[in-house]
């Protein structure tokens, strides 16, 4: 199954496609990820945009800082800057692994592996990434998923529960919704 999101308004934006640009330059990549994939594939409203992107967080805000965008590390030591462009910000991920986790924080590891950052997420629909001309991979079946409107967690339940609890509240709070 193939879907697209190209003629989402918010993938339209010359911000967020100068942002994706210059993540993406010299051999790296970066792709829009989870809910502005999922409620554009829903036909719901995208109130925010969310990167993964193969630079490592410093190279992020190097890079972001470079194109005329102001990096704040968020979480940095997790592989998160919120990278704010043109007023709006944009969260912006590494790769990565969860090595270790206690329930609600994860030691993690960075990579470069895209089915592998798929498959540490929560569901299936939140695990959809966008490249910047609007294809859409899915690496763990979330667009059947999206199509049959079914929440499910990717991999074994149990385990995605006990790497972070609030995906319980995260699961009750989606099946109401989609």
């Keep these: 199954m193939s879907a697209?999101?190209?003629?989402?308004?918010?993938?339209?934006?010359?911000?967020?496609?100068?942002?994706?640009?210059?993540?993406?330059?010299g051999g790296e990549e970066a792709r829009v990820v989870g809910g502005a994939?999922?409620?554009?594939?829903?036909?719901?409203?995208?109130?925010d945009v969310d990167i993964a992107t193969t630079t490592l967080p410093d190279e992020t805000a190097r890079r972001a800082e470079v194109a005329g965008f102001k990096p704040v590390p968020t979480?940095?030591?997790?592989?998160?800057?919120?990278?704010?462009?043109?007023?709006?910000?944009?969260?912006?991920?590494?790769?990565?692994?969860?090595?270790?986790?206690?329930?609600?924080?994860?030691?993690?590891?960075?990579?470069?592996?895209?089915?592998?950052?798929?498959e540490r997420r929560d569901f299936t629909i939140n695990a959809l990434y966008a490249t910047a001309k609007g294809e859409v991979v899915d690496l763990v079946g979330g667009l059947a998923d999206i199509e049959s409107r079914t929440i499910r967690f990717i991999g074994d339940a149990e385990t995605?529960?006990?790497e972070d609890y609030l995906r319980v509240l995260r699961f009750f709070r989606f099946f109401a919704w989609y």
């Design 75 to 118: 979480g940095a030591e997790h592989g998160t800057i919120t990278v704010v462009a043109n007023g709006r910000p944009y969260e912006v991920t590494t790769l990565r692994d969860d090595v270790e986790t206690d329930g609600r924080r994860a030691r993690v590891h960075f990579g470069r592996d895209w089915k592998r950052d798929a």
């Design 4 to 25: 697209s999101v190209a003629d989402a308004e918010w993938l339209k934006s010359r911000t967020l496609q100068a942002l994706l640009s210059a993540l993406s330059d």
């Design 160 to 162: 995605r529960i006990r």
């Design 37 to 47: 994939v999922r409620n554009t594939l829903l036909g719901q409203a995208v109130t």
